[in-house]
């Protein structure tokens, strides 16, 4: 059964910084496609950051210059980070990792990730103050 769990979660004033980080276990295929999803109160979920093995990207508008993704998969568990910089109160939202062994591009899944088979880790949250 894989499972994702995030954390690194937590509250900062605008400006500062979080690194999330997400560990996958009972992942048994060597294709994947990763990425980080937020959704904040009253709104829709949305894509943030997405990254496949080959370590091509796809970011959301709203985060790019200031979020960086990044995976390792060296040893034989799985972590995905997300580093994000210069934070602000838009930011504000529960983080979510998701996966999906779906040969897709990151593009397609930062938009659709519930229609590629993604598994999800329960969330860690972010709150900015400004």
């Known amino acids: 059964q894989v499972q994702l769990v995030e954390s690194g979660g937590g509250s900062v004033q605008a400006g500062g910084s979080l690194r999330l980080s997400c560990v996958v276990s009972g992942y048994p295929h060597s294709n994947y496609v990763m990425g980080w999803f937020r959704q904040a109160p009253g709104k829709e979920r949305e894509g943030v950051a997405c990254?496949?093995?080959?370590?091509?990207?796809?970011?959301a508008d709203s985060v790019k210059g200031r979020f960086t993704v990044s995976e390792d998969d060296a040893s034989n568990t799985l972590y995905l980070y997300l580093q994000m910089d210069n934070l602000q109160p838009k930011d504000t939202a529960m983080y979510y990792c998701?996966?999906?062994?779906?040969?897709?591009?990151?593009?397609?899944?930062?938009?659709?990730?519930?229609?590629?088979?993604?598994?999800w880790g329960q969330g860690t949250r972010v709150t900015v103050s400004s």
């Open positions: 998701a996966l999906t062994p779906r040969d897709v591009e990151t593009k397609a899944f930062i938009l659709n990730p519930p229609n590629l088979g993604a598994h």
């Open positions: 990254i496949d093995r080959d370590g091509i990207t796809t970011y």
